[in-house]
């Protein structure tokens, strides 16, 4: 039985059905949408980026299937890192959690980096770094105050994104079809040539490959949902429901929002986002406004995608300072940090996260471009691992339910493709990991800055994994051995 004290360093369930439905919207419908789409459609052309949104959305499809049978039947605030700790070996569990939360921490940062940037689509000369504290306090306080509250916060946020991706999706059909703005582009835009590359395919195989990580950073958010289980109410049906809708219509508007660019905007456009970030105020959305003839539709376009970058980071915030006190809670991380207030908050997790995302200031030293940049790359990778851990844990998790005698009718979520959805997760994963940034071996002049801030996160992780193993000397955890059993103490 669970005494007082204990009860009051718990998370507290508040989180309702809708809450959750626009919490994982307003994790992965951010800068990934608003901005790195255009990077992805200047790196592979239309037909290249379509196809990698589109293998990445089957990816997310199978994980988050994955992630709903164990959710459903374990709704604990740690999510898959407790899940590898029970499932496959405590070292994988203390990896993917420190890691996650890493990955979150700076993804937050990120998005207050752009959320600077784009104040200077009308202030040409402001400082950025004023910006962003100001964008780091108010996140800070919307997470400050319950679960509930941050709930509330990113309904409203995402419910803005919704509506405004809609009337991007209804205006670009009507430009595309002539109806609106100049002439219709007709398919002018999916094979016109420039530098060197035709589309609808620019780049090939590789190109492709490079775009799988942009197209991951996108997705990143959809696992929102398994962390918020831990504060749900009624996790055994919400969690199904949010999991099932979610996907769908994140999948609706990356495929579409990356068709309409297409057909509007040439691969080859100056404007459009590249790896350099010469303008990120300028997304893809803002040009295609802009096209329409439209000027006052171009800057509100521009505030509204400063709103869904602050959503994300809220999101972001939020979701990292829970993996942090889980990993406290389990003693993989100071104890001080699973302190939780009279609202249920993990302050002292907050206050941890919020510091690392503070990085996004280093901006004004290290310049704009180059900062987002590595922030950029470094949260799409660390991303990665963590759909890497949720493939490997549901496929284990199976194996164990099933070595234990146990009826996969009494489910009370089963995930579609088992065994071979895990599988193909856990496949392509390590390609993308591996693969996604061997255009830096191809460069005609080799970049030490470019090697290391794409690929340093891969050799961290299997550090940590190593050492905690090492350190603890665990196992990989036999499937008799599983633990099943929900206690309660997250209720």
């Not at 590898?84 to 405590?90: G, M, N, S």
């Not at 009337?167 to 582009?185: A, E, R």
């Not at 799988?212 to 109410?233: D, K, M, P, Q």
């Not at 030293?365 to 660390?382: Q, R």
């Amino acid at each position: 039985m669970t005494s007082k004290k204990e009860q009051k360093n718990e998370l507290k369930r508040t989180l309702t059905a809708r809450h959750m439905n626009m919490i994982a919207i307003g994790g992965s419908v951010g800068t990934g949408l608003f901005f790195a789409s255009g990077s992805a459609i200047s790196t592979a052309g239309p037909g290249g980026a379509l196809l990698a949104y589109i293998i990445t959305g089957i990816l997310v499809y199978v994980l988050m299937m994955s992630l709903g049978e164990m959710s459903t039947l374990l709704p604990i605030s740690g999510s898959f890192e407790t899940y590898a700790t029970r499932f496959v070996d405590p070292a994988l569990g203390f990896t993917l959690g420190w890691n996650y939360w890493f990955s979150w921490s700076i993804c937050v940062a990120s998005e207050l980096v752009a959320g600077s940037l784009i104040v200077k689509f009308w202030f040409p000369h402001t400082n950025t770094t004023i910006w962003s504290i100001g964008f780091l306090l108010v996140i800070f306080i919307l997470n400050i105050l319950s679960a509930k509250a941050y709930g509330e916060s990113e309904y409203w946020f995402s419910s803005i994104k919704v509506v405004t991706i809609i009337i991007f999706i209804i205006v670009g059909v009507l430009m595309i079809f002539g109806i609106m703005g100049n002439d219709s582009p007709g398919f002018k835009n999916w094979v016109i040539s420039g530098n060197g590359s035709r589309a609808p395919f620019v780049g090939g195989i590789a190109a492709i490959i490079n775009v799988f990580l942009v197209a991951g950073f996108s997705f990143s958010g959809t696992e929102i949902v398994g962390l918020a289980a831990g504060e749900t109410e009624n996790p055994e049906e919400n969690v199904p429901k949010a999991i099932k809708s979610v996907f769908w219509r994140i999948l609706l508007f990356y495929i579409c929002a990356i068709i309409i660019i297409g057909f509007l905007v040439p691969f080859n456009d100056k404007n459009l986002l590249k790896s350099g970030v010469n303008n990120i105020a300028y997304s893809p959305f803002t040009m295609v406004f802009a096209k329409c003839g439209i000027a006052f539709a171009a800057s509100a376009m521009n505030a509204v995608i400063l709103t869904s970058v602050l959503s994300c980071g809220n999101s972001g915030l939020y979701v990292s300072s829970r993996m942090l006190y889980s990993l406290a809670k389990e003693g993989k991380a100071p104890k001080f940090l699973a302190k939780v207030n009279k609202q249920g908050v993990p302050m002292n997790a907050l206050y941890a996260t919020t510091l690392v995302a503070s990085s996004a200031f280093l901006s004004s030293l290290i310049g704009e471009g180059k900062i987002y940049y590595v922030l950029y790359n470094a949260s799409g990778i660390t991303a990665l691992f963590a759909w890497l851990g949720i493939g490997i844990c549901h496929y284990r998790f199976r194996k164990a339910y099933v070595a234990q005698g146990r009826d996969l009718k009494d489910l009370k979520f089963k995930a579609k493709f088992y065994p071979y959805g895990p599988i193909m997760a856990i496949v392509l994963c390590v390609v993308i990991i591996f693969g996604a940034n061997i255009w830096i071996f191809q460069a005609p002049k080799f970049s030490w800055f470019d090697f290391i801030s794409n690929y340093i996160c891969i050799p961290i992780f299997i550090a940590l994994y190593i050492a905690y193993k090492y350190i603890k000397k665990t196992k990989l955890v036999p499937l008799e051995e599983c633990d099943f059993e929900y206690n309660g103490k997250d209720k």
